[in-house]
Structures are given as structure tokens and as C-alpha cells.
């Protein structure tokens, strides 16, 4: 950061620091927005034509998650710029305190702007919030109370969006409650659509299975979504997701599946379960029937689609458990596997399994991007997948087979007692990782020969080696398996952008998250599984200082065509306990990024991302910095202030002549709250 940026930045702070007080909700659901503000509504949204996300439609708007059904995270435009971005002032900002029966902190959402309106999910009961684009007013807001069934939800908190759908004269806005049911409104008026389900709603855990077929409880059955639904023609499209931590209760948890619903009517089209029958194919890479007494395999990330070819493209998470699998022996499709399916049927038309028997977490963490490109001559319909292991899997989009080879590689097998180990994990020969996915000891602290001897007394009582080292047993002697890019490394739910003119992927990532895989037999009351992880196995550092040297976070740009790199830089700023650390007094420790994975937008000539962490500068005191780095060159070419981090990937439209950038920040004890960039009026 240069203090001519600071200095221009500051009144942004001033427009941040509002007060905050916490305000309840009604019962079923409830709907503010006075008869004015229909009018104004009505006014400001004339419904727009139907929209064809996958080619953008119009492309000054932002009508759904990832900018379009491709998830490329790009729009051309270019009136911020590299010259400018300093200069730019907040139009608006939404805070979601009383959103809810408490503030909420981690705001994860991506808003949609379609005809001059902004929507958003936010707040600790998931509310709709509908904006007016330009100035951020409040014109209407949907809210559900569910009660137990939202207590006891496996995802709560306000999602990371919504749905948009039109077919020029109608509109809906279509979301996923905390707990876990499909809601259709008006995109006008915020109220629910009568003709949709059943007043408005369908029970998503009407159809969800456990063991062999049997209906999970629909109050306290284990499934949910953060992620938001994706609407292609004209159908709407839902995954799933289960309860984050390293302990599930039971293996043979509730299954994962994705369906499809008509957009209009809420009528179920079509359903693919992750854990195939007996009799469907993929069954058979489930050893011992231990497709019965298994469960997860969701997807929890955003589905992409490509409406021409009629294929919509699922990335799908591990089986439980996370770490160890001696109850479900055999590769079990269709985990952490790259799923093609019939638009039209649900029906597999191909996948790619991306992880054998997963023991890593590693999941399918983030939308599938599609990108049309030029290989050796040859077009090809691309589908590229990031990850948390730091790969980028590239196929061909018609047929799945791989744009570059992927090699089945011999691993190391392990030591848990009763565990399944795949003997081969399949590697790409390119692009080569954008992150560091393995643990060895040049890849320890080195600001100064003191602290990297400490690193590498300290990993003596730990297993290391590359990419897919196996977990082991916890003991006193060796606590665990060290790793790099596996639970929360590498790329997670925020995924890359692309840009389809240039053909270029830019990827913003964890290069530093390291995990310890040491495992503990649970209490029977905790959990059925013979092993689950040993979360207080985990922080190792040195002297208060991360353990892996810089740099903690990158963005880097990949060629498509070529599967070569352009660029990689440091993303984020010096966190403050690197900075402020007395081991390090009298150093001059470069910019080292920032260890944690938010996800970035591409414009014509900007890469846009902002800290995930807070830091603390001189100018604004404890805060956080929005970045802009050339396109072409990973340059810093802009900054400027933002009262907390970045938590929610950011997103651009142009309105009345002038492009705004939105993003969701918060953290910490700053509640979320979503912020709006623009340009000053001269």
C-alpha cells in the first residue's frame, strides 16, 4: 500500500462506521415493503427479457451467482480501471445486523443485480433482501422463522445467494432456506409465488434417504445447503450439504443427491443420487454393500451448466468421513468425482473421479468453470475444475477425457487399522499446481536460521511427504501427518474466474493452510466411526509465526490454451502477527499474503480481491484492503480501504452510466454487511 492511496481513502471510512441494534422476526414469514416502495419497485425493475446466463445476457447486470451459468466471475467493462481504482468512493452500504435474532459474522454472499434491483440473502435467519442498485435502499425483505428445524440445521447463517429466473413478463427470486427448504418469491414484491410448490415452498427433505431408501426426520434430518440453486432454462437446480467438522455422529449419515425442479411450478424433474443402487452404475465401487451404511457425498458447491449442450456439471464432496474410510472400502462413486449429467434427465453422461477413497477432505470445493478454448489447434469445449489440493483438473466439457494426461500415480499406503487405501491417485501433467499440496522441510519458515531450525525440531513429531501422504494414528511420538492444501487449503467454496476472451483463469488460494491428519478413536457417544480427526492437533507454528514460509496467499493466472502460467503474486496484505512479531524485529519481511481463500473478480483490465484477514495500517487503524492487480501483469495497480475483510466473492454491474463493485465483508466483531464501490460523480 502507498499512503497516497490511504490519504484518498479515508473518507470511505467515515461513511463505515455506523451504529448497530439487533431487531427479532416474525413467525412463518414475513415481508416489509410499503405500497410506495412496490411503486418505486416497479418502477426501478421493469422485468427484463428472458435471461441466458450462459452467455451472459445482458451483460451490464449480474444475474446469477458466478456472473453466468459458466460461474466465469467476468464482465467487460472497464471504466474502473488500473488508472482509477484509488480514486473510487462507497455509494452505499447494507448492514445485516437485525437481520435475524442475532448479527451474523460471516457473511458469504454474492448478490444478484437485475434491472436496477440488488438481491441478497443475509442475516442469521437467511432473509431475501431486495436493494435498489444505486443507492442500497431497502425496498422489500422475505424472512422465514422455522424454528427447531433451523436450530438444528446443517447449514445455517445466510447461504451465499439466490436464484433469478424471468420469462419476460414474470419474475422470481428462488433460495434455500437455513432449513432446507426451496422458496419461490416475486421478484417485484418479495412475496411468495402461490403457484410454486406448496404456497410458495417445497420440503427439500421430502425424498432425502438414509441406509438402504429410508426417509431422513424432516425436522431434524441431517442435510442443508450454504451454496445457491442455479436456474437453466427452465428448471431449477438444488444440491446438498451435511455438517461441517472432523466427528461426524454416524457414517451411515443421510445421502446426498441433487435434483431439479420446474421453475414455475416447484414439480420435481429429475433426481441423481451421489451414492449409486445396487443395479446403477458405480454401485460396484462400493466393496462389502457398503453403499447401505453410508452417507454425504453432497454437493455443496455451486453447479455450473452449459444450456446449449444440455449438460449441467456437478462437483461433488467426499463420503463420510472426512479422514478415515474403513467402513466404506473401494473408490465409492461418485465422491470427490466430476459429475456430467443430462440436463433434461438427471441421467450421468460422464465423470471424472479426482480423488480415490478420499482421507483428506479435499471434497470438490467450487463451481466448475466452463471455458471455450484453443489446444494445439484444436477448440475445445473446456470444463475446469480448482481445488483444495492446489490442481486444476481441465476436461473436455462433450466427452470428460482430459485436455492435458492425468496419471494414475502410485501413493503410499497406510498404518490405521481397518482402513481402505487406493494404491494410485491421478495426477495432471499440466498446468502444474498453484499451490504448495505437499510437506517437506524447504518449504518451513526461513526469515532467519534460528526460527527454521525450530520448524524442523518441531516437525519430528509428525509424518510429512507430497501430495495424498496418508493420515495415521495420533500418538505422543507422532501427532499426525502434516499437510499442505487439503481441508482448508488450496481453493475452497469461492472458486476461480475466467476470462473468456484472453482465456485466461485467475485463481486466488490458500498457499499455507497447513493441517494436521492425526487420528483418535471417538467416545461411542461422539461418533460410530472407529477413527475421527484430532482437532486439537492442529496450529502448528513457531515463535506465534506460521509454520510454512511465505507466501501464505496467491492469486495466480493460468493460459488455458497452453496450461502454462502468466503470473502469481502475494495476495493480502502482511498479516499483523507476522508483522508485530518480536522474532522478526529489525527484519524486512516483504508482503506475504494472507492464508485464506476468498475469490476474486476479472474485468476487462482488473483482478479484484480484497484481505480475507484484518490488518492493521496506520491511516484506518484495524481494517482490511480491496486490491486491483493488472490483468496482464499481476501488477498492484489499486487499493483502497474496507472496514473489515473480505468474506463474500465480489461482483460488478454497470447502472445509469456507472459501474459499481459489491462486495460482502465481515469478521471478527464487525457484523456482515455488503459495500458498494463506484466512481465519484466528477
Given at each position: 500500500m502507498d499512503g497516497d492511496y490511504m490519504m484518498r481513502s479515508n473518507k470511505n471510512r467515515r461513511n463505515l462506521m455506523k451504529s448497530r441494534k439487533p431487531d427479532g422476526r416474525l413467525d412463518r414469514g414475513i415481508n416489509f415493503c410499503a405500497a410506495a416502495g412496490i411503486l418505486l419497485l416497479a418502477g426501478l425493475a421493469a422485468v427484463p427479457p428472458e435471461i441466458n446466463a450462459q452467455s451472459s445476457g445482458n451483460t451490464s447486470e449480474w444475474p446469477t451467482y458466478g456472473a453466468d451459468l459458466a460461474n466465469t466471475r467476468y464482465r467487460p467493462f472497464d471504466q474502473i480501471n488500473g488508472s482509477n481504482f484509488n480514486n473510487m468512493e462507497v455509494a452505499w452500504i447494507f448492514k445485516t445486523d437485525n437481520l435475524g435474532p442475532k448479527p451474523e459474522y460471516k457473511l458469504e454472499g454474492t448478490p444478484l443485480m437485475i434491472g436496477g434491483v440488488l438481491y441478497a440473502t443475509a442475516g442469521t435467519r437467511r432473509a431475501v433482501v431486495a436493494l435498489d442498485a444505486a443507492?442500497?435502499?431497502?425496498?422489500?425483505?422475505?424472512?422465514?422463522?422455522?424454528?427447531?428445524?433451523?436450530?438444528?440445521?446443517?447449514?445455517?447463517?445466510?447461504?451465499?445467494?439466490?436464484?433469478?429466473?424471468?420469462?419476460?413478463?414474470?419474475?422470481?427470486?428462488?433460495?434455500?432456506?437455513?432449513?432446507y427448504r426451496l422458496i419461490s418469491l416475486n421478484a417485484k414484491t418479495g412475496v411468495p409465488d402461490p403457484s410454486f410448490g406448496e404456497?410458495?415452498?417445497?420440503?427439500?427433505?421430502v425424498g432425502v434417504q438414509v441406509g438402504t431408501g429410508q426417509q431422513i426426520d424432516?425436522?431434524?434430518?441431517?442435510?442443508?445447503?450454504?451454496?445457491?440453486?442455479?436456474?437453466?432454462?427452465?428448471?431449477?437446480?438444488?444440491?446438498?450439504?451435511?455438517?461441517?467438522?472432523?466427528?461426524?455422529?454416524?457414517?451411515?449419515?443421510?445421502?446426498?443427491?441433487?435434483?431439479?425442479?420446474?421453475?414455475?411450478t416447484g414439480k420435481l424433474i429429475w433426481t441423481f443420487r451421489t451414492i449409486p443402487k445396487p443395479g446403477e452404475f458405480g454401485n460396484d465401487s462400493w466393496l462389502d454393500g457398503s453403499w447401505a451404511t453410508n452417507g454425504n457425498t453432497g454437493v455443496w458447491a455451486q453447479i455450473s451448466v452449459d444450456e446449449d449442450l444440455g449438460v449441467a456439471y456437478l462437483p461433488v464432496e467426499l463420503p463420510t468421513a472426512d479422514h478415515y474410510g474403513g467402513h466404506r472400502p473401494g473408490n465409492g462413486l461418485f465422491g470427490e468425482s466430476l459429475v456430467a449429467v443430462d440436463l433434461k434427465t438427471g441421467q450421468r453422461k460422464w465423470h471424472y473421479q479426482l480423488v480415490h477413497h478420499g482421507l483428506w477432505d479435499m471434497d470438490i470445493p467450487a463451481a466448475p468453470i466452463l471455458a471455450d478454448i484453443n489446444v494445439d489447434g484444436?477448440?475445445?469445449?473446456?470444463?475446469?475444475?480448482?481445488?483444495?489440493?492446489?490442481?486444476?483438473?481441465?476436461?473436455?466439457?462433450?466427452?470428460?477425457?482430459?485436455?492435458?494426461?492425468?496419471?494414475?500415480?502410485?501413493?503410499?499406503?497406510?498404518?490405521?487399522?481397518?482402513?481402505?487405501?487406493?494404491?494410485?491417485?491421478?495426477?495432471?501433467?499440466?498446468?502444474?499446481?498453484?499451490?504448495?499440496?505437499?510437506?517437506?522441510?524447504?518449504?518451513?519458515?526461513?526469515?532467519?536460521?534460528?526460527?527454521?531450525?525450530?520448524?524442523?525440531?518441531?516437525?519430528?513429531?509428525?509424518?510429512?511427504?507430497?501430495?495424498?501422504?496418508?493420515?495415521?494414528?495420533?500418538?505422543?511420538?507422532?501427532?499426525?501427518?502434516l499437510t499442505l492444501a487439503t481441508n482448508a487449503g488450496g481453493t475452497v467454496w469461492a472458486g476461480g474466474s475466467y476470462d473468456p476472451e484472453t482465456h485466461v483463469f485467475y485463481i486466488q488460494a490458500c498457499d499455507a493452510c497447513l493441517g494436521v491428519a492425526g487420528l483418535v478413536q471417538p467416545k461411542p457417544e461422539v461418533s460410530d466411526n472407529n477413527y475421527v480427526l484430532h482437532e486439537g492437533g492442529g496450529g502448528v507454528s513457531v515463535q506465534g509465526l506460521p509454520m510454512i514460509k511465505p507466501p501464505y496467499g496467491t492469486i495466480s493466472a493460468i493460459n488455458l490454451d497452453t496450461g502454462e502460467y502468466l503470473w502469481q503474486?502475494?495476495?493480502?496484505?502482511?498479516?499483523?502477527?507476522?508483522?508485530?512479531?518480536?522474532?522478526?524485529?529489525?527484519?524486512?519481511?516483504?508482503?506475504?499474503?494472507?492464508?485464506?481463500?476468498?475469490?476474486?473478480?476479472?474485468?476487462?483490465?482488473?483482478?479484484?480481491?480484497?484481505?480475507?484477514?484484518?490488518?492493521?495500517?496506520?491511516?484506518?487503524?484495524?481494517?482490511a484492503t480491496l486490491h486491483a492487480y493488472d490483468k496482464v501483469t499481476g501488477k498492484e495497480v489499486g487499493a483502497v480501504y474496507i472496514p473489515a475483510p473480505q468474506s463474500g466473492s465480489p461482483m460488478t454491474y454497470m447502472l445509469n452510466g456507472k459501474q459499481y463493485i459489491v462486495l460482502a465483508i465481515g469478521g471478527g466483531t464487525f457484523p456482515g454487511a455488503y459495500i458498494a464501490f463506484r466512481l465519484p460523480n466528477n
Amino acid at each position: 500500500m502507498d499512503g497516497d492511496y490511504m490519504m484518498r481513502s479515508n473518507k470511505n471510512r467515515r461513511n463505515l462506521m455506523k451504529s448497530r441494534k439487533p431487531d427479532g422476526r416474525l413467525d412463518r414469514g414475513i415481508n416489509f415493503c410499503a405500497a410506495a416502495g412496490i411503486l418505486l419497485l416497479a418502477g426501478l425493475a421493469a422485468v427484463p427479457p428472458e435471461i441466458n446466463a450462459q452467455s451472459s445476457g445482458n451483460t451490464s447486470e449480474w444475474p446469477t451467482y458466478g456472473a453466468d451459468l459458466a460461474n466465469t466471475r467476468y464482465r467487460p467493462f472497464d471504466q474502473i480501471n488500473g488508472s482509477n481504482f484509488n480514486n473510487m468512493e462507497v455509494a452505499w452500504i447494507f448492514k445485516t445486523d437485525n437481520l435475524g435474532p442475532k448479527p451474523e459474522y460471516k457473511l458469504e454472499g454474492t448478490p444478484l443485480m437485475i434491472g436496477g434491483v440488488l438481491y441478497a440473502t443475509a442475516g442469521t435467519r437467511r432473509a431475501v433482501v431486495a436493494l435498489d442498485a444505486a443507492t442500497g435502499e431497502l425496498l422489500w425483505m422475505h424472512s422465514e422463522n422455522e424454528g427447531e428445524r433451523a436450530q438444528v440445521a446443517a447449514r445455517k447463517l445466510s447461504g451465499r445467494g439466490l436464484a433469478y429466473w424471468s420469462n419476460g413478463t414474470e419474475s422470481r427470486v428462488i433460495y434455500v432456506t437455513t432449513g432446507y427448504r426451496l422458496i419461490s418469491l416475486n421478484a417485484k414484491t418479495g412475496v411468495p409465488d402461490p403457484s410454486f410448490g406448496e404456497n410458495g415452498a417445497i420440503d427439500l427433505k421430502v425424498g432425502v434417504q438414509v441406509g438402504t431408501g429410508q426417509q431422513i426426520d424432516l425436522v431434524k434430518g441431517e442435510i442443508g445447503l450454504h451454496a445457491t440453486p442455479i436456474v437453466a432454462k427452465n428448471e431449477v437446480i438444488v444440491g446438498s450439504a451435511f455438517s461441517e467438522g472432523f466427528a461426524p455422529k454416524t457414517h451411515n449419515n443421510s445421502k446426498g443427491l441433487v435434483r431439479a425442479f420446474d421453475v414455475r411450478t416447484g414439480k420435481l424433474i429429475w433426481t441423481f443420487r451421489t451414492i449409486p443402487k445396487p443395479g446403477e452404475f458405480g454401485n460396484d465401487s462400493w466393496l462389502d454393500g457398503s453403499w447401505a451404511t453410508n452417507g454425504n457425498t453432497g454437493v455443496w458447491a455451486q453447479i455450473s451448466v452449459d444450456e446449449d449442450l444440455g449438460v449441467a456439471y456437478l462437483p461433488v464432496e467426499l463420503p463420510t468421513a472426512d479422514h478415515y474410510g474403513g467402513h466404506r472400502p473401494g473408490n465409492g462413486l461418485f465422491g470427490e468425482s466430476l459429475v456430467a449429467v443430462d440436463l433434461k434427465t438427471g441421467q450421468r453422461k460422464w465423470h471424472y473421479q479426482l480423488v480415490h477413497h478420499g482421507l483428506w477432505d479435499m471434497d470438490i470445493p467450487a463451481a466448475p468453470i466452463l471455458a471455450d478454448i484453443n489446444v494445439d489447434g484444436r477448440t475445445i469445449k473446456a470444463v475446469a475444475q480448482p481445488t483444495k489440493q492446489g490442481i486444476l483438473y481441465v476436461f473436455d466439457r462433450v466427452t470428460g477425457k482430459p485436455v492435458w494426461p492425468i496419471e494414475e500415480k502410485p501413493v503410499e499406503k497406510g498404518t490405521v487399522p481397518g482402513e481402505w487405501y487406493s494404491p494410485t491417485q491421478p495426477i495432471p501433467t499440466r498446468p502444474k499446481p498453484y499451490v504448495r499440496n505437499g510437506v517437506t522441510a524447504d518449504e518451513f519458515i526461513d526469515f532467519t536460521p534460528e526460527l527454521h531450525s525450530q520448524a524442523l525440531q518441531t516437525a519430528e513429531h509428525y509424518k510429512m511427504g507430497p501430495i495424498f501422504t496418508p493420515p495415521v494414528v495420533s500418538t505422543p511420538q507422532q501427532i499426525g501427518t502434516l499437510t499442505l492444501a487439503t481441508n482448508a487449503g488450496g481453493t475452497v467454496w469461492a472458486g476461480g474466474s475466467y476470462d473468456p476472451e484472453t482465456h485466461v483463469f485467475y485463481i486466488q488460494a490458500c498457499d499455507a493452510c497447513l493441517g494436521v491428519a492425526g487420528l483418535v478413536q471417538p467416545k461411542p457417544e461422539v461418533s460410530d466411526n472407529n477413527y475421527v480427526l484430532h482437532e486439537g492437533g492442529g496450529g502448528v507454528s513457531v515463535q506465534g509465526l506460521p509454520m510454512i514460509k511465505p507466501p501464505y496467499g496467491t492469486i495466480s493466472a493460468i493460459n488455458l490454451d497452453t496450461g502454462e502460467y502468466l503470473w502469481q503474486v502475494a495476495h493480502g496484505e502482511t498479516p499483523d502477527a507476522v508483522r508485530n512479531n518480536p522474532a522478526l524485529k529489525g527484519l524486512t519481511i516483504p508482503r506475504t499474503g494472507q492464508a485464506r481463500s476468498v475469490g476474486a473478480l476479472v474485468t476487462k483490465t482488473l483482478v479484484i480481491s480484497g484481505d480475507p484477514l484484518f490488518t492493521t495500517t496506520p491511516a484506518h487503524g484495524l481494517g482490511a484492503t480491496l486490491h486491483a492487480y493488472d490483468k496482464v501483469t499481476g501488477k498492484e495497480v489499486g487499493a483502497v480501504y474496507i472496514p473489515a475483510p473480505q468474506s463474500g466473492s465480489p461482483m460488478t454491474y454497470m447502472l445509469n452510466g456507472k459501474q459499481y463493485i459489491v462486495l460482502a465483508i465481515g469478521g471478527g466483531t464487525f457484523p456482515g454487511a455488503y459495500i458498494a464501490f463506484r466512481l465519484p460523480n466528477n
